[in-house]
Protein backbone atom coordinates (compact mmCIF):
# COMPACT_ATOMS: atom_id res chain seq x y z
CA UNK A 1 0.00 0.00 0.00
CA UNK A 2 2.47 2.60 0.44
CA UNK A 3 4.30 1.77 -3.11
CA UNK A 4 0.91 2.30 -4.17
CA UNK A 5 0.22 5.66 -2.52
CA UNK A 6 3.48 6.41 -4.39
CA UNK A 7 1.85 6.12 -7.85
CA UNK A 8 2.46 9.77 -9.97
CA UNK A 9 -0.28 8.76 -11.83
CA UNK A 10 -2.95 8.24 -9.46
CA UNK A 11 -2.14 10.86 -6.99
CA UNK A 12 -2.10 13.18 -10.29
CA UNK A 13 -5.90 11.96 -10.12
CA UNK A 14 -6.44 11.97 -6.73
CA UNK A 15 -5.02 15.55 -6.51
CA UNK A 16 -2.86 14.88 -3.47
CA UNK A 17 0.59 13.95 -2.60
CA UNK A 18 1.97 11.02 -1.14
CA UNK A 19 3.02 10.61 2.29
CA UNK A 20 7.15 10.12 3.19
CA UNK A 21 7.38 6.24 4.48
CA UNK A 22 7.53 7.34 8.36
CA UNK A 23 4.09 9.56 8.19
CA UNK A 24 2.52 6.63 6.09
CA UNK A 25 2.89 4.11 8.27
CA UNK A 26 2.44 5.84 11.14
CA UNK A 27 -0.93 7.18 9.78
CA UNK A 28 -1.96 3.88 9.09
CA UNK A 29 -0.81 2.86 12.63
CA UNK A 30 -3.48 4.91 14.12
CA UNK A 31 -5.98 4.49 11.23
CA UNK A 32 -5.82 0.26 12.31
CA UNK A 33 -6.35 0.69 15.74
CA UNK A 34 -9.13 3.30 15.26
CA UNK A 35 -12.63 1.27 15.62
CA UNK A 36 -14.63 3.90 14.04
CA UNK A 37 -12.67 3.49 10.32
CA UNK A 38 -13.15 0.44 8.55
CA UNK A 39 -10.37 -0.09 6.36
CA UNK A 40 -10.17 -3.08 4.10
CA UNK A 41 -7.35 -4.34 1.50
CA UNK A 42 -8.95 -4.82 -2.06
CA UNK A 43 -8.15 -8.82 -2.77
CA UNK A 44 -8.16 -10.45 -6.35
CA UNK A 45 -7.59 -13.79 -6.52
CA UNK A 46 -5.39 -13.71 -3.43
CA UNK A 47 -3.44 -10.42 -5.31
CA UNK A 48 -3.20 -7.00 -3.27
CA UNK A 49 -4.55 -4.10 -5.66
CA UNK A 50 -5.81 -1.74 -3.34
CA UNK A 51 -7.72 -0.71 -0.37
CA UNK A 52 -11.20 0.30 0.57
CA UNK A 53 -11.99 2.69 3.65
CA UNK A 54 -14.63 4.58 5.75
CA UNK A 55 -13.87 7.00 7.85
CA UNK A 56 -15.00 10.06 10.34
CA UNK A 57 -14.24 13.30 9.16
CA UNK A 58 -15.66 16.31 10.25
CA UNK A 59 -18.46 14.69 12.30
CA UNK A 60 -19.58 12.52 8.65
CA UNK A 61 -18.70 9.00 7.49
CA UNK A 62 -16.79 9.40 4.08
CA UNK A 63 -15.25 6.61 1.97
CA UNK A 64 -12.45 6.42 -0.14
CA UNK A 65 -10.61 3.45 -1.87
CA UNK A 66 -7.09 3.33 -4.30
CA UNK A 67 -6.55 0.56 -6.58
CA UNK A 68 -3.30 -0.11 -8.65
CA UNK A 69 -2.92 1.42 -12.29
CA UNK A 70 -2.24 -2.08 -13.83
CA UNK A 71 -5.84 -2.93 -12.76
CA UNK A 72 -7.53 0.50 -13.61
CA UNK A 73 -10.93 0.03 -15.66
CA UNK A 74 -11.89 -3.76 -14.79
CA UNK A 75 -14.48 -2.78 -11.99
CA UNK A 76 -12.78 -3.61 -9.28
CA UNK A 77 -13.16 0.27 -7.23
CA UNK A 78 -17.02 -0.18 -8.22
CA UNK A 79 -16.97 -3.72 -6.79
CA UNK A 80 -15.20 -3.31 -3.65
CA UNK A 81 -16.97 -0.05 -2.46
CA UNK A 82 -20.12 -1.77 -2.96
CA UNK A 83 -19.06 -4.76 -0.86
CA UNK A 84 -17.95 -1.60 1.56
CA UNK A 85 -21.50 -0.39 1.06
CA UNK A 86 -23.34 -3.62 2.20
CA UNK A 87 -20.82 -4.24 5.26
CA UNK A 88 -21.44 -0.40 6.91
CA UNK A 89 -25.07 0.34 7.29
CA UNK A 90 -23.85 3.60 8.63
CA UNK A 91 -25.92 6.32 6.49
CA UNK A 92 -25.73 9.29 4.75
CA UNK A 93 -21.80 8.36 4.03
CA UNK A 94 -20.42 10.92 1.90
CA UNK A 95 -16.85 11.25 -0.78
CA UNK A 96 -15.25 14.49 -1.43
CA UNK A 97 -13.31 13.91 -5.04
CA UNK A 98 -11.15 16.38 -7.07
CA UNK A 99 -13.48 17.67 -9.64
CA UNK A 100 -11.12 16.64 -12.25
CA UNK A 101 -11.11 12.74 -11.05
CA UNK A 102 -13.71 11.58 -13.41
CA UNK A 103 -13.27 7.90 -12.81
CA UNK A 104 -13.69 8.26 -9.35
CA UNK A 105 -16.71 10.52 -9.92
CA UNK A 106 -17.79 7.22 -12.12
CA UNK A 107 -17.28 5.07 -9.31
CA UNK A 108 -19.69 6.70 -7.02
CA UNK A 109 -22.27 7.54 -9.54
CA UNK A 110 -22.31 4.02 -10.10
CA UNK A 111 -22.93 2.88 -6.22
CA UNK A 112 -25.46 5.80 -5.90
CA UNK A 113 -23.28 8.78 -4.63
CA UNK A 114 -25.37 12.06 -5.27
CA UNK A 115 -23.95 15.36 -6.27
CA UNK A 116 -24.10 17.87 -3.16
CA UNK A 117 -21.82 20.68 -4.60
CA UNK A 118 -18.29 22.07 -4.72
CA UNK A 119 -15.60 23.48 -2.63
CA UNK A 120 -12.17 25.26 -3.46
CA UNK A 121 -9.74 23.71 -1.27
CA UNK A 122 -6.46 25.41 0.10
CA UNK A 123 -2.91 23.99 -0.04
CA UNK A 124 -1.74 21.36 2.23
CA UNK A 125 0.77 19.10 3.11
CA UNK A 126 -1.41 16.42 1.73
CA UNK A 127 -3.59 18.28 -1.50
CA UNK A 128 -2.68 21.29 -3.85
CA UNK A 129 -4.89 24.12 -3.99
CA UNK A 130 -8.18 22.87 -5.98
CA UNK A 131 -12.11 22.26 -6.09
CA UNK A 132 -13.99 19.43 -4.61
CA UNK A 133 -16.97 17.80 -5.57
CA UNK A 134 -18.86 16.75 -2.48
CA UNK A 135 -20.98 13.16 -2.62
CA UNK A 136 -23.54 11.98 -0.25
CA UNK A 137 -25.41 8.63 -0.29
CA UNK A 138 -28.35 9.52 1.88
C1 LIG B 1 -10.45 6.19 -9.29
C2 LIG B 1 -10.09 4.72 -9.22
C3 LIG B 1 -10.29 4.22 -7.79
C4 LIG B 1 -11.00 3.94 -10.17
O1 LIG B 1 -10.71 2.56 -10.01
P1 LIG B 1 -11.18 1.48 -11.11
O2 LIG B 1 -11.07 0.13 -10.48
O3 LIG B 1 -10.49 1.73 -12.39
O4 LIG B 1 -12.72 1.90 -11.25
P2 LIG B 1 -13.88 1.07 -12.01
O5 LIG B 1 -13.27 0.22 -13.08
O6 LIG B 1 -14.73 0.39 -10.97
O7 LIG B 1 -14.77 2.23 -12.63
C5 LIG B 1 -14.17 3.32 -13.29
C6 LIG B 1 -15.25 4.04 -14.08
O8 LIG B 1 -14.74 5.30 -14.46
C7 LIG B 1 -14.74 5.41 -15.87
N1 LIG B 1 -13.61 6.24 -16.23
C8 LIG B 1 -12.31 5.93 -16.17
N2 LIG B 1 -11.58 6.97 -16.59
C9 LIG B 1 -12.46 7.97 -16.88
C10 LIG B 1 -12.34 9.28 -17.37
N3 LIG B 1 -11.15 9.82 -17.61
N4 LIG B 1 -13.47 10.02 -17.56
C11 LIG B 1 -14.68 9.49 -17.30
N5 LIG B 1 -14.86 8.23 -16.84
C12 LIG B 1 -13.76 7.48 -16.64
C13 LIG B 1 -14.67 3.99 -16.36
O9 LIG B 1 -15.12 3.88 -17.67
C14 LIG B 1 -15.60 3.30 -15.36
O10 LIG B 1 -16.95 3.58 -15.64
P3 LIG B 1 -17.90 2.53 -16.45
O11 LIG B 1 -17.94 1.28 -15.64
O12 LIG B 1 -19.21 3.21 -16.55
O13 LIG B 1 -17.24 2.31 -17.79
C15 LIG B 1 -8.61 4.47 -9.64
O14 LIG B 1 -8.39 5.09 -10.88
C16 LIG B 1 -7.61 5.00 -8.63
O15 LIG B 1 -7.28 4.32 -7.66
N6 LIG B 1 -7.12 6.24 -8.88
C17 LIG B 1 -6.12 6.85 -8.00
C18 LIG B 1 -6.65 7.10 -6.60
C19 LIG B 1 -7.98 7.82 -6.61
O16 LIG B 1 -8.24 8.67 -7.43
N7 LIG B 1 -8.80 7.43 -5.63
C20 LIG B 1 -10.08 8.07 -5.42
C21 LIG B 1 -9.89 9.28 -4.58
S1 LIG B 1 -11.45 10.07 -4.30
Known sequence: MFQLQLDPESNRM???IPRVREDFFI???QVC???????????VGGEKVGCVVAFPRDGQTHVAYWISPDRWGQGIATAALRLLL???DCRPLHATVAVTNRASLRVLAKCGFQRQG???VAASDRHPAGTDELLVLP
Open 14 to 16: AST
Open 118 to 120: SRQ
Open 33 to 43: QDPSVVAKVVL
Open 27 to 29: HWG
Open 86 to 88: VEI
